[in-house]
C-alpha cells in the first residue's frame, strides 16, 4: 500500500516554474515506477510523464517535452515535477501515481495522490 500526498501548486503567470512534490508513505516506494498526469475542467485526465522505480529512465508527453522536467529522491520518498515555462493551456489539477512499471496508461497506476492545482494565468 502506498499513499501519495502532492503539494506545490499554486497560481503563477505565463512564463513562470513550479515544482510540485509527491511525497508517498510507505517502504516499498523505490520499488514503483510513478506517473504524474493532469486534468484540466472538461476534459479527460492526460499522461505527463513518468519516471522509473532507479530514477534512470523518463519518458514525457510530447507537449511537456523541454519545460518539464521528472526527478525523485528515493531516500526522502518524493517524486518531483519541474514545470518551466508555464503556459496557460498548462492549467489543470496535477496527479502523482504510482505503478509497477513505466506507462502512459492512467488505468494502470494502482494508487493515486489526491491532486493540486496549478492555475496560470496568462
Known amino acids: 500500500q502506498v499513499q501519495l500526498v502532492e503539494s506545490g501548486g499554486g497560481l503563477v503567470q505565463a512564463g513562470a516554474s513550479l515544482r510540485l512534490s509527491c511525497a508517498a508513505s510507505g517502504r516499498t516506494f523505490s520499488t514503483y515506477a510513478m506517473g504524474w498526469f493532469r486534468q484540466a475542467p472538461g476534459k479527460e485526465r492526460e499522461f505527463v510523464g513518468a519516471i522509473s522505480s532507479g530514477g534512470r529512465t523518463t519518458y514525457y508527453a510530447e507537449f511537456v517535452k523541454g519545460r518539464f522536467t521528472i526527478s525523485r529522491d528515493n531516500a526522502k520518498n518524493t517524486v518531483y515535477l519541474q514545470m518551466d515555462s508555464l503556459k496557460p493551456e498548462d492549467t489543470a489539477v496535477y496527479y502523482c501515481?504510482?505503478?509497477?512499471?513505466?506507462?502512459?496508461?492512467?488505468?494502470?497506476?494502482?494508487?493515486w495522490g489526491q491532486g493540486t492545482q496549478v492555475t496560470v494565468s496568462s
Open positions: 501515481a504510482a505503478n509497477d512499471g513505466l506507462s502512459s496508461l492512467s488505468y494502470e497506476y494502482d494508487y
